[in-house]
Each structure stands twice: as C-alpha cells, then as structure tokens.
C-alpha cells in the first residue's frame, strides 16, 4: 500500500541544537517533495520544494535532502529557536496528471524548549 | 505576494444547513485550487481538484454530491458542505496553485473552521 510517514509524531529538542525530521514514503515516485510550517489553526506556509534529481536544498536555516533510493527526505533546522515550533508537513507531488496536485504525510510537532 | 483568503474563517451551523466557503486568490490568478481537509492532530486530506471553467475532480471516498466545488473565476472557488451533518465538522482549507516558474507551489488559505450542531 502506498504510505507517507513522518517518523516522530513529536519531537522535542533544546534551543540551539539542530533538529532533524524525517519523511519516508512507500510505493510512490514523486517528482518533487516539499516542506510545509503549519501553526495551530493555520493552513499551511510553504518552506521548501527539493527535486528528483536533487540531493540537497538550503535556505536559511533549514535544510533538506531527497534520497529517492531509500525513498527519504530529511529536514534539518539549525541553530533551532523556539519560534520554530510547530507542525511539519511534508508532502509529495508531480505524482499524477496535475503537477501541482500534492499528497501530505502525517506531520512532526516540532517543539524547542529555551 | 501570493496570499489566499478564505471566507468565512469559522461557522456554526445546525445540522442539515448548507454552508459556503470562499478561497480566494487576491494578487494571482489560479487556474487550479484545491481543496482540504483536516482533522484534529491529523494531516491534511485532499478532498478535490478545482479547475476554473470545469468540473471539480474528487479523491475516493469524497462525495461529490455532499461537497458543491465551484471555480467560477481565476480567482475564486468555492466549497459547499450540503446537509451538514456533525461529522462534517472540521477544518477545512484551500489552496491555489502559483505554477510560475516551474515552481509547483501551492498557496494556502487561513483555513475554515466549521462546527455542525
């Protein structure tokens, strides 16, 4: 069956350190994966989008790679502040007709404690 | 740039009322929108494909007929919930698709909170 999971339901880690979340996926073969921030009550702000053919994106403070061998994404948030605490979506697209269309895995609550 | 806006941001209905939600694209135009739907601690769930000028296409299991799509302009679609049930309570989200620069990035709308008593 086709799965995206996000290992960690939650994760909590201390103010400064680098926090690592995780998206593996199951029977799909996404062109492109993205990162979404969600807050309580919010939809969703778009952080980053990684290609097939790429193995690693950066912007700021964050960083993701994409092994379409293993099927795994990894998000990375240095020097973690406590403003960055919230839910992480990732999402998988270029799978169907309409490029855009995205399917979500099931999110991280990301907590930084000070 | 790139904000979408929903409309109403929360409602409270008795059960068996239609309700109509607004996405709105306010400084692009969208030729798709979609739309989804979340419930408590759990990840969005796509529910339909809105394409401007023609029929909305659903995921399995979402009943077209309980959930009126229209996308009448580049930039607005609606969601209408027919005959709420309680079970329809949810929040429920659009978002419309920016496909500029080869950058498939959707844009999200602050979401619809809905309450069916």
């Known amino acids: 069956s086709q799965k995206i999971e996000q290992n960690s339901e939650a994760l909590n880690i201390q103010e400064g350190k680098t926090a690592t979340l995780t998206c593996n996926y199951t029977?799909?073969?996404?062109?492109?994966l993205q990162w979404y921030r969600q807050d309580p009550g919010r939809g969703p702000v778009f952080l980053l989008l990684?290609?097939?053919?790429?193995k690693e994106k950066r912007k700021e403070r964050l960083k993701v790679t994409f092994d379409t061998t293993l099927k795994q994404s990894l998000f990375h948030i240095t020097a973690s502040q406590p403003a960055d605490s919230a839910t992480y979506l990732c999402?998988?697209?270029?799978?169907?007709?309409?490029?855009?269309?995205?399917?979500f895995g099931s999110g991280t609550r990301l907590s930084i404690r000070p | 740039g790139a904000v979408v806006s929903q409309h109403p941001s929360w409602v409270i209905c008795k059960s068996g009322t239609s309700v109509k939600i607004e996405c709105r694209s306010l400084d692009f135009q969208a030729t798709t929108m979609f739309w989804y739907r979340q419930f408590p601690k759990q990840s969005l769930m796509l529910m339909a494909t809105s394409n401007e000028g023609s029929k909305a296409t659903y995921e399995q299991g979402v009943e077209k007929d309980k959930f009126l799509i229209n996308h009448a302009s580049l930039t607005l679609s609606t969601l209408t919930v027919t005959s709420a049930h309680p079970e329809d309570s949810s929040f429920y989200i659009c978002s419309a698709d920016r496909n500029r620069d080869r950058q498939e990035t959707q844009y999200f709308g602050p979401g619809t909170r809905l309450l069916v008593l």
């Open positions: 999402a998988l697209g270029g799978l169907y007709s309409s490029a855009s269309k995205i399917i």
């Open positions: 029977n799909y073969s996404p062109a492109y």
């Open positions: 990684i290609r097939e053919n790429e």
